[in-house]
């Protein structure tokens, strides 16, 4: 197949969270790329290898790769095997990943046709296939992120300078920031004597997280309680906090719900 041959192309440019080795991993792995396209679906990373895809509705798509450049690049031939035929030869997918910073990748889909009508009849399912792979994948990025959470209420709530910077150390990048309504924060150096003031003005605080984290893409939802010394409930919120390169923490943001009626 050439560009002569298959003239009409489709492309489509997505920011994946998770760095390119983690995303070609669903190119390289049959139980990965089952769980984007369904049950039974199967790839071989290797030229002349198989590509099938089994849709949860029954459709089945076959093709065979033609390129593999891990964890750069791969290219297949892709053609309906029911329904509405397509033979395989008749159109070809090349996937091109490279680093956007942060962690995350660039994933660029060319998908060329021999047809202008099929071509447009794909236009909408790439984007949500290629939405569906964005959530699959940051989720396996991103899979340890209740207990990032929880290491964040920790550390407000730990009264030992060495265990709670051991603890910031590991959890959040060196340029993280935090916004509530008691703070305005940017960087390490600047959280490290605001959580020293938290434990010295309010002695036996800590914070709790309250049920699972909500996570989609690299953001994740929390909802929280505050306890003081003696255990009762001093208020509640909702922590919003945006995730980068090893699942650290980049960017927090903190709301207050408002006090429960008595």
């Known amino acids: 197949m050439t560009h002569t041959t298959l003239p009409h192309r489709l492309d489509r440019n997505v920011v994946i969270e998770a760095e390119p080795e983690t995303v070609f991993k669903y190119f390289s792995d049959s139980d990965r790329w089952a769980s984007w396209w369904g049950k039974g679906s199967t790839i071989e990373p290797r030229v002349g290898g198989r590509v099938f895809i089994r849709h949860p509705g029954g459709v089945e798509v076959s093709g065979e790769?033609?390129?593999?450049?891990?964890?750069?690049?791969?290219?297949?031939?892709?053609?309906?095997?029911?329904?509405?035929?397509?033979?395989?030869?008749?159109?070809?997918?090349?996937?091109?990943?490279?680093?956007?910073?942060?962690?995350?990748?660039?994933?660029?889909l060319s998908h060329a046709f021999a047809e202008t009508a099929v071509r447009d009849e794909h236009v909408q399912g790439w984007r949500y296939q290629l939405a569906l792979f964005g959530n699959l994948v940051a989720a396996e990025a991103f899979s340890g992120a209740a207990d990032v959470v929880d290491g964040?209420?920790?550390?407000?709530?730990?009264?030992?300078?060495?265990?709670?910077?051991?603890?910031?150390?590991?959890?959040?990048?060196?340029?993280?920031?935090?916004?509530?309504?008691?703070?305005?924060?940017?960087?390490?150096?600047?959280?490290?004597?605001?959580?020293?003031?938290?434990?010295?003005?309010m002695p036996g605080m800590r914070l709790e997280r309250d049920g699972d984290v909500r996570h989609c893409q690299g953001t994740v939802l929390a909802d929280w309680v505050a306890r003081g010394a003696d255990g009762q409930e001093r208020g509640r919120g909702t922590n919003v906090f945006v995730l980068g390169a090893g699942a650290r923490i980049e960017n927090v943001t903190g709301f207050w719900n408002p006090p429960r009626a008595q």
């Open 65 to 108: 790769v033609t390129e593999v450049q891990p964890p750069q690049r791969i290219a297949f031939t892709y053609g309906y095997a029911t329904g509405a035929t397509s033979p395989a030869e008749t159109s070809l997918v090349t996937i091109r990943l490279e680093p956007e910073g942060r962690g995350a990748t660039r994933l660029h």
């Open 152 to 201: 964040w209420f920790a550390a407000w709530s730990d009264p030992d300078t060495a265990t709670r910077e051991a603890t910031l150390s590991r959890i959040a990048a060196a340029h993280v920031r935090f916004r509530d309504r008691f703070s305005l924060i940017d960087g390490m150096d600047d959280l490290r004597p605001h959580l020293a003031a938290v434990h010295k003005f």
